[in-house]
């Protein structure tokens, strides 16, 4: 599921391009690594990524774009941990352990960039 935008009173990209709107759906297939999986956006749905939100819907992590490239981006993602194996208190969120098997986890992703 994919959907696709113009954004029609946006500043032209010029050479770039026009600034393009996406919405799609993902599911990651490897395990998470230190500072993020990787995530690339189609050609078909724009050529150069400027801005991404992610929202992940499936296992319960919280999604955090951490860099873009190109049409790539890298996602970071955290958990809540458990309080009763922190001596019961709150904790702040902490980043999935590297080799953590994250597939299956099903990405939304809103990103602007151009086409």
């Known amino acids: 599921m994919s959907y696709k935008f113009t954004l029609v009173d946006a500043s032209r990209?010029?050479?770039?391009?026009?600034?393009?709107?996406v919405i799609y759906q993902t599911t990651l297939t490897q395990s998470y690594v230190g500072?993020?999986?990787q995530v690339t956006v189609g050609a078909d749905l724009m050529k150069e990524?400027?801005?991404v939100m992610v929202q992940e819907i499936t296992k319960g992590y919280v999604?955090?774009?951490?860099?873009?490239?190109g049409r790539a981006f890298k996602v970071k993602l955290?958990?809540?941990p458990d309080p009763a194996m922190i001596s019961g208190s709150n904790s702040a969120l902490t980043e999935v352990a590297s080799g953590t098997d994250v597939s299956?986890?099903?990405l939304v992703v809103f990103a602007?960039?151009?086409q």
């Open 78 to 80: 955290y958990y809540v």
């Open 13 to 21: 990209g010029g050479a770039r391009g026009q600034l393009v709107g």
């Open 49 to 51: 990524l400027k801005q």
């Open 112 to 114: 602007v960039g151009y």
């Open 63 to 69: 999604a955090v774009p951490a860099s873009i490239s």
């Open 35 to 37: 500072n993020g999986v």
């Open 104 to 106: 299956g986890a099903t």
